[in-house]
């Protein structure tokens, strides 16, 4: 019923009055000529309804009949419209609508990125934008081959990139590069192994190739200490030289500390100032400026990015949050001890860096001094470590 | 002459239909498909669907009474409204509370 009523009101009808004896007849005759007629009632008068094209007809039934009919009401979709045909006011905004939607349909609103595994999208949203991909441009204006290029460039981690425009929406698919798979048993690449670094040789654990020193040998940086090649009665062998060359090596650091120094120290107080990018307009929605350092305070800048979403599709409104951080600078004059201290941390910090998982330090000796205004820490350290380095020999297949 | 021919043939008519009737009822077939006669559904006391109805007779918000053949059938109730019509049928709606035939 509801679906014939909407039926009813797209196509329009008209609520119209009977007057005069014969309605019933009249009635009769409008059923009888194929005149659909619904929701004829009695009440202080007679009402009847048809559809609007079917009323005209009903005059020359009505006159046949007897009786008067007149229009009541008029309903439905058609005469609403009719309504509304002299509204300059409603044409100017139809042509209007339709301008901002042809203009509106040759600009780039939404940026997607896929494909990006370890690459965080909001950052190669931001690259997009400094390499000439932003919401809001025109897409004629688009260079798709240049921006693949840049980004590419951009982010070495990028193996493939294609950019795909869509209506307004245009696709960042990026593959990214995958390590190369361990081809130790597959690739039989003959290979020698070298010293990494001078040393004095403690312990040796040979599994492939020919030794060609021994426990107790010092050794320079880039000598041979296991061959590839087995040379036996009738034929050399060539391999992959494979073994742990433990040597004592010395590494020695020289760190400087000022002694005077600048400290920072949060203040508590953050600045937030935010900006809203809508349709690719900028809009500042803080009366904040920005901050700018002095001697006594610097600020922090850390930028936030929010976009509105519709499920997984980025619409072309953004809000753009710097927090600033305050931090109060002050000189400080470190004594010596303070000072010793922080060259010592950095030396433990510097020899974790460089100590690989087999390495261990033996020992270490340091010396410091203060020279013009600074504390200078000298390290020499003994580690034992592997120095084994692999060394292709390139050999010509027979 | 003619007045007699007319009659003759009403009769005819009159007859045949009941044979039609006859035969619908020995069949056990629907006498509203076999021999056209006037077919009500009634839905509670607030609707009704006449199919192979000859047109409205009277039409008041407490009685319609229709056409059927060639008896009227006369519905009587309160705020009663043909809800549709057309060429053979038609429904009712409204409170009825009596259905009444005529001869």
């Known amino acids: 019923m509801f679906v014939l009523t909407m039926i009813r009101w797209f196509v329009g009808y008209v609520i119209f009055t009977v007057e005069g004896n014969g309605q019933e007849r009249f009635v009769n005759l409008c059923a009888r000529f194929g005149f659909t007629v619904w929701n004829i009632r009695r009440k202080e008068r007679f009402f009847v309804c048809v559809s ?92 798709i ?117 600048e400290e920072k120290t949060p203040t508590g107080s953050v600045i937030y100032r935010r900006a809203l990018r809508l349709f690719g307009v900028t809009v500042p929605i803080t009366f904040e400026t920005e901050p700018e350092n002095s001697d006594s305070f610097v600020y922090e800048k850390d930028l936030s990015v929010y976009r509105a979403k519709a499920g997984s599709t980025n619409l072309p409104a953004t809000v753009y949050q ?44 340091i010396r410091h001094t203060i020279e013009n205004g600074q504390l200078i820490l000298r390290a020499v350290s003994v580690w034992e470590e592997n120095i084994a380095q692999e060394s292709e020999i ?5 | 002459m003619r007045k007699a021919q007319g009659e003759q043939e009403k009769q005819k008519e009159k007859g045949g239909m009941r044979g039609l009737a006859k035969i619908a009822n020995v069949l056990q077939l629907p006498a509203a498909v076999v021999a056209g006669v006037a077919h009500m559904q009634v839905n509670g006391n607030h609707e009704a669907v006449l199919e192979g109805c000859g047109g409205i007779v009277e039409y008041t918000d407490e009685t319609v009474r229709v056409k059927t053949g060639k008896c009227i059938t006369k519905f009587s109730g309160k705020n009663l409204e043909i809800k549709c019509i057309q060429i053979d049928s038609l429904m009712i709606q409204g409170f009825i509370t009596a259905i009444e035939f005529q001869f």
């Open chain 1, 322 to 365: 710097e927090a600033w951080t305050e931090y109060a600078v002050s000189r400080v004059r470190l004594t010596e001890e303070q000072a010793l201290q922080k060259a010592e941390e950095e030396l433990e910090k510097q020899q974790k860096e460089a100590l690989g998982q087999e390495a261990q330090i033996i020992s270490t000796d």
């Open chain 1, 52 to 143: 609007r094209t079917k009323y005209k007809m009903m005059k020359n039934l009505a006159k046949q009949t007897g009786v008067k009919i007149r229009v009541y009401k008029k309903r439905g979709l058609p005469f609403v419209l009719h309504k509304f045909r002299n509204w300059k006011s409603m044409l100017a905004g139809l042509a209007v609508f339709a301008a901002l939607l042809c203009f509106l349909s040759t600009r780039v609103w939404s940026i997607q990125v896929q494909g990006n595994q370890t690459l965080h999208t909001e950052l190669l949203l931001l690259t997009a934008e400094e390499v000439g991909l932003k919401e809001g441009m025109a897409k004629s204006k688009l260079d």
């Open chain 1, 394 to 398: 390139y050999v010509e297949e027979p």
């Open chain 1, 145 to 261: 081959l240049s921006v693949q290029n840049r980004l590419m460039t951009a982010y070495p981690e990028i193996a493939w990139i294609s950019l795909n425009t869509r209506g307004s929406a245009v696709t960042v698919m990026i593959g990214e590069k995958e390590d190369k798979p361990d081809i130790w048993n597959s690739d039989k690449k003959v290979m020698n192994l070298k010293a990494a670094r001078d040393g004095q040789i403690v312990r040796m654990e040979v599994t492939h190739g020919t030794p060609q020193v021994k426990v107790g040998d010092g050794v320079a940086q880039g000598q041979l200490l296991v061959s590839g090649i087995t040379e036996t009665k009738y034929d050399n062998l060539f391999t992959r030289a494979t073994a742990k060359i433990i040597a004592r090596t010395k590494h020695t650091y020289e760190i400087k500390i000022p002694l005077e120094q």
